[in-house]
């Protein structure tokens, strides 16, 4: 009961604050200690429920709907905790805690940039949308609340938990939610100094003073975007690490318009130009993360993508759209009001300066998040026009990127080998010629190596042009100052990534292999031997879990990979799940991911309908009709108790034989073990070692019969895996490349962070009047002059 | 200038990316039997692709609908989508989207349906 008041009252202060900060706002600042404090009593508030939530996991508390929903007594104590943010309810309250962390950490830094006010007053209004979201998707319901339908009363309270997705049992579970969570909640803190900025007709000093966030929350996001991918790769099993998959994308969208936004700041910065665009973009990187979420939690998406959705219900679906409108309205509202304000600074930038590529090179990146959203969003445009809805396929984001890609790489070269304003022919020039004059020959190069395909040899060509002007042009930088090499480690680590991207597009190799216990598989260079099986995780009852060793023989060196199948009571063991096993190296990984795992056939295994006739296995003369199955009382128990059942047989010109088998059922599953018979007349030994019953239609029941020779002995057969074993060349250069990026950013945050440090006080600074007042007075090109 | 460019931009990526959607985003329209032959030749692992069989519903029978194609050949479909706005009855014409699942008696499996 503590939970949901504490929720209801954590709302309650959400929209007190809220109300107050706008007072304060309105009132030049006056009374912000009550927003100041209720900012802090929320946080407090927030950190409290959320511990909360945590404890009553620990405590396996499954009187509670969530506890109940995601947790279990098996899981460990981190998977326990992750469980705190593995379902809706959890996600929400983490992120709007994540938030409200942002909110508090922030306030000496705007009260510093008199931003206070309405600082507090934007986070408070974003605040109680997502405390609104917690009262909605309550993560304290009570089990008989949620199920009181079903007549379950309070003393009904489950032995045990439904547990977590098997899929999800992984360290990475406990670090990538709460850094995507992260860089979702940092997003705002660009949106929240642009409507500040808005709001005191500050409209080029919030972007010293919003730039060093939004360069942590691009990084945070980015870093827990790859994180993502890195996770796919090694726990999933597919072999890729990035599949355009709705909720991948539906966190690659903020970024890329954050990252475009960064940009447009840098420019702003420089040159006071894109000032609206600025706004714009700050508005739509916060919008994008809440569209987002409306897509990946609205339940819209559902059945379009390989992530699993929930709906959430009504409720939270129509606050989630109103959260999403309330945000874009309140962003639209504040730009158009201010637009004219905001033409000061307009002016054109020319074509030879580094401003103009950059806003080439933010314009590109716009249009692949505006790719992406449309391919995204594209089952909800299709459900709309109550059209047949699927997910577009990847070609459509492959084929868009194959464009875009490099067009970015080139202008992101060429925007560094100019200058500011103006870049002299000559230097320009030299600085071109220099880097390809290095890079079109190294292009050549791994064309010769195999780099064949048109996209290849143009993507690798861009990112080798890209790599060689940060590098060259880093290296200038850096001599002198090391604090400005931010920008460069961060572009060089992109075209690393490109590197790695193209290595396992074109030259990354895949087979299906099936082992055989101790026999030696010859496939591409490499001696594959599966060496045996081994149960782990004895101790979980939930859960039967082999790990498959696999001795892998290449070019003289010899390492062991142990891929993993489990059947776990979380899908009443229908299916197994999968892990692969991978050997990772700087040049390549090698890549073991299981398809199934079993016996191989030494007797001949052939499946058989009702009244149908086969060729047997060992003698294609003879051949056996199945008359028809003979049930369980006829056939009486086994001495061990066991079911029987039996199959009436005819050969080609015999009378009628009947073979027996013995079932072990276990749950839904059922094992047979077949008595062995001779088939009268000849050699050949059959047994009957399945029954699929047919119960709508019994003339199409089959069965599986077995055969051996029974002048040899019973073979013995071995255990049998068969995998897709894959080589992926240069994979490395994708975690690589994305590390030397979030490096880079960090070294861009600790500069920008102190640039900030040195603003002007608001009051010491010429704030743009509106643009009304400065028409009227003629001073319309001085107040330009004074600000910029 | 730069104002320029982003209008081109715009005014060729918005219709391209448009078409692109629609040839990668509209599942094919096929019969049962193209939609078995389908699945059968998807990779081992990977799921079937999700594709529209025009039906028309013969008999409501527990747990399934037994349908028609536009070759007159009867197939099962399990539904699994939403309710519909109209009755999934005999006679009805509708648009199922959904997969096949192969086995011994290969039935579609249907997560949308659309009045047709």
Redesign the interface.
Request: net charge positive; proline share 6%.
């Given at each position: 009961m503590i939970g949901q008041i504490l929720i209801h009252v954590l709302f309650g202060t959400a929209v007190g604050l809220t109300l107050t900060a706008f007072m304060s706002m309105r009132r030049n600042d006056q009374g912000i200690a009550v927003p100041r404090m209720l900012m802090l009593a929320l946080t407090l508030g927030l950190l409290a429920a959320a511990s909360l939530l945590v404890t009553l996991i620990i405590q396996h508390r499954f009187d509670y709907t969530y506890v109940w929903n995601y947790s279990s007594r098996e899981l460990p104590l981190h998977l326990l905790i992750a469980t705190f943010y593995s379902g809706q309810e959890g996600s929400f309250l983490l992120w709007t805690l994540f938030v409200a962390v942002f909110g508090t950490a922030l306030m000496s830094y705007s009260r510093r940039h008199q931003y206070e006010a309405p600082t507090l007053f934007f986070f408070g209004l974003i605040l109680t949308f997502l405390t609104l979201l917690l009262v909605a998707k309550n993560p304290f319901a009570y089990y008989y609340e949620s199920f009181a339908a079903s007549g379950i009363t309070t003393a009904d309270v489950p032995p045990n938990g439904k547990g977590l997705n098997p899929l999800l049992h992984n360290g990475w579970i406990t670090i990538h939610p709460p850094i995507l969570f992260t860089g979702f909640a940092a997003m705002s803190v660009s949106f929240v100094f642009a409507m500040a900025g808005l709001v005191k007709r500050d409209y080029h000093r919030w972007i010293s003073i919003a730039l060093p966030w939004t360069l942590l929350a691009t990084a945070v996001l980015g870093f827990g975007i790859m994180l993502g991918g890195f996770w796919a790769y090694e726990t999933l099993g597919?072999g890729g690490f990035w599949g355009w998959d709705p909720v991948e994308n539906s966190s690659l969208i903020p970024w890329l318009v954050s990252v475009a936004l960064v940009h447009t700041m840098m420019v702003q910065k420089r040159t006071h130009g894109l000032v609206k665009t600025n706004m714009v973009l700050a508005v739509a990187a916060f919008i994008m993360v809440l569209y987002s979420t409306f897509l990946t939690r609205s339940g819209i998406l559902g059945?379009t993508s390989v992530h699993s959705f929930v709906d959430p219900g009504k409720f939270a679906f129509w606050i989630l759209l109103l959260f999403m409108l309330t945000f874009a309205g309140i962003g639209a509202v504040m730009i158009l009001k201010r637009r004219k304000d905001m033409n000061i600074s307009r002016e054109?930038?020319k074509?030879d300066s580094r401003e103009?590529l950059l806003?080439?090179g933010a314009?590109?990146i716009m249009?692949s998040a505006?790719?992406v959203t449309?391919?995204t969003s594209?089952?909800v445009l299709?459900e709309l026009l109550?059209?047949?809805?699927?997910?577009?396929?990847t070609?459509?984001y492959n084929?868009?990127h194959i464009i875009l890609v490099p067009a970015i790489l080139v202008v992101n070269a060429l925007s560094l080998t100019m200058q500011w304003r103006h870049t002299p022919r000559k230097l320009f020039v030299r600085r071109i010629v220099i880097a390809a004059a290095i890079s079109i020959p190294l292009a050549a190069l791994l064309m010769v190596l195999g780099n064949s395909t048109a996209w290849s040899v143009v993507l690798s060509a861009a990112a080798l042009f890209s790599l060689v002007v940060n590098v060259m042009m880093g290296w200038t930088l850096v001599s002198r100052s090391a604090s400005m090499a931010g920008a460069y480690i961060s572009h060089t680590g992109i075209a690393v990534l490109m590197f790695g991207i193209i290595a396992t597009a074109n030259y990354a190799e895949q087979h299906?292999v099936v082992l055989t216990q101790g026999v030696p598989v010859s496939v591409d260079g490499s001696t594959l031997t599966y060496v045996g099986s081994e149960q782990v995780e004895r101790h979980f009852a939930d859960r039967e879990k082999y790990k498959f060793h696999i001795k892998i023989e290449r070019g003289g060196s010899t390492t062991t990979v142990s891929p993993v199948m489990y059947w776990s009571d979380y899908n009443q063991r229908q299916s197994p799940f999968m892990e692969p096993g991978i050997r990772w190296g700087l040049q390549n990984d090698l890549y073991v991911a299981p398809?199934s795992a079993g016996t191989e056939d030494v007797f001949h295994a052939t499946t058989v309908q009702r009244s149908g006739t086969i060729q047997t296995p060992l003698d294609s003369n003879l051949r056996v009709t199945l008359v028809r199955f003979t049930m369980p009382m006829e056939e009486g128990p086994a001495d061990d108790g066991r079911m029987r059942m039996g199959a009436i047989l005819k050969t080609g010109d015999s009378s009628e034989f009947k073979i027996v088998t013995q079932i072990t059922q276990s749950g839904a599953n059922m094992s047979f073990d077949p008595i062995w018979d001779t088939i009268p007349g000849s050699t050949v030994g059959i047994g009957l070692s399945n029954i699929?019953r047919?119960n709508e239609d019994p003339t199409?029941s089959?069965g599986e019969l077995v055969f051996r020779d029974v002048t040899k002995p019973m073979p013995v057969p071995r255990e049998q895996i068969t995998v897709?074993f894959g080589i992926k060349p240069w994979i490395s250069l994708v975690w690589f490349g994305v590390i030397t990026m979030v490096l880079g950013f960090v070294f861009s945050i600790v500069r920008h962070a102190r640039l900030a440090k040195q603003q002007p006080a608001l009051s010491d600074v010429q704030l743009a009047p509106s643009a009304d007042v400065k028409i009227a007075d003629g001073k319309l090109s001085d107040a330009h002059t004074k600000q910029s | 200038?730069?104002r320029t460019?982003?209008i081109v931009?715009?005014v060729i990526?918005?219709p391209?990316?448009?078409y692109?959607?629609m040839?990668?985003?509209?599942?094919a329209e096929l019969t049962f039997a193209e939609a078995v032959s389908k699945a059968m030749t998807t990779a081992?692992?990977d799921m079937a692709p999700?594709v529209?069989v025009v039906s028309t519903i013969q008999r409501v029978e527990p747990q399934r609908l037994v349908c028609i194609d536009k070759e007159q050949k009867e197939f099962q479909v399990e539904y699994t989508?939403p309710a519909t706005d109209f009755p999934l009855e005999a006679n009805k014409s509708v648009?199922f989207?959904g997969h096949v699942h192969a086995g011994?008696?290969a039935y579609f499996h249907a997560?949308?349906a659309?009045n047709q």
């Open positions: 597919w059945d054109n930038f074509p103009f806003g080439i314009a590109l249009a505006l790719m449309l391919g594209w089952p299709m109550k059209q047949p809805k699927i997910a577009l396929a070609d459509f084929r868009l299906h398809n699929r047919n199409q089959t897709d | 200038m730069l460019i982003v931009l715009i990526l918005v391209l990316g448009t692109l959607a040839q990668y985003g509209t599942p081992e692992g999700k529209v989508g648009k989207v011994s008696v997560t949308q659309y």
